[in-house]
């Protein structure tokens, strides 16, 4: 099958500090991908670096089958992030900001695209509010709006439900997962809402400093550690208790 991020030997080094290591993975057309890890593990670097604003050390990224290292504004019109952690201009209205993105991707009959978007995000009270004045739950929701204004093929996702309280955050996810399954989008998400990951994702990579940990479906990673949930999972990978892939294959070797 087609793999619309192919991500091979991946690697970023600061100095002396490792951020990502040897970092591979395939995700096909359609599939919705968890990268999980705590602070520090390499989620944002790997997201940074899919998108260009980061240059890899070394390895290989192809995204909708072009390498990103040399032809990335062939494909850039095509993705979008949505990060609570990138703020939009504080003094431009959410209206503003979302015709000033609009334009960028050249989206057409822009004007419908943000009204839908604040009818689906709950936003039409709030788009001709300074970014600034809102809340953190109705900042979330414009940078998601931004994320989707383009009606992206590949969506970076880093928290998409950081700071909204968890009737919206379910919300949310519906939302996600109904435009994904309405476009075939494929979606990279970096979450640390566990429930959040067993809902969308069909694939999970658990990263532990800039490494592959593991990786598999939510089920076969629970099923795996012997765990009811993935965040039990999580909390057995932070806390030393499980197994890297990279120990379990020297135990494989041994035998």
């Not at 087609?2 to 290591?21: P, T």
């Not at 520090?40 to 980061?54: P, Q, R, V």
């Not at 001709?128 to 109705?138: E, I, T």
Request: glycine share 8%; with cysteine.
């Amino acid at each position: 099958m087609y793999a619309v991020l192919d991500v091979r030997n991946l690697r970023k080094v600061y100095d002396k500090i490792v951020a990502v290591d040897d970092l591979t993975f395939a995700v096909p057309g359609g599939a919705v991908l968890g990268l999980l890890g705590g602070n520090g593990a390499g989620k944002t670097t790997t997201i940074s670096m899919l998108l260009g604003l980061l240059v890899p050390t070394s390895g290989q990224i192809r995204i909708l089958g072009e390498d990103m290292l040399r032809h990335r504004f062939r494909v850039l019109p095509r993705m979008n992030l949505s990060s609570p952690y990138v703020d939009l201009p504080h003094r431009l209205t959410a209206r503003q900001n979302l015709t000033v993105y609009g334009r960028l991707y050249g989206v057409p009959d822009l004007a419908r695209r943000i009204d839908a978007l604040a009818g689906q995000l709950d936003l039409v009270d709030h788009l001709d509010r300074p970014f600034g004045h809102l809340s953190s739950g109705q900042k979330t929701r414009v940078t998601l709006a931004k994320a989707l204004v383009n009606t992206p093929s590949v969506l970076l996702l880093d928290e998409p439900t950081a700071s909204l309280d968890p009737d919206t955050a379910d919300w949310v996810r519906t939302l996600l997962k109904d435009y994904q399954r309405q476009t075939g989008a494929t979606i990279l998400l970096a979450s640390h809402n566990m429930q959040e990951v067993e809902r969308l994702c069909d694939d999970v990579i658990l990263m532990q400093t800039g490494r592959v940990f593991d990786r598999g479906s939510p089920a076969e990673l629970i099923a795996r550690f012997g765990r009811e949930s993935m965040e039990e999972v999580f909390l057995d990978m932070a806390r030393g208790r499980g197994r890297s892939i990279e120990a379990l294959r020297k135990v494989e070797a041994v035998r």
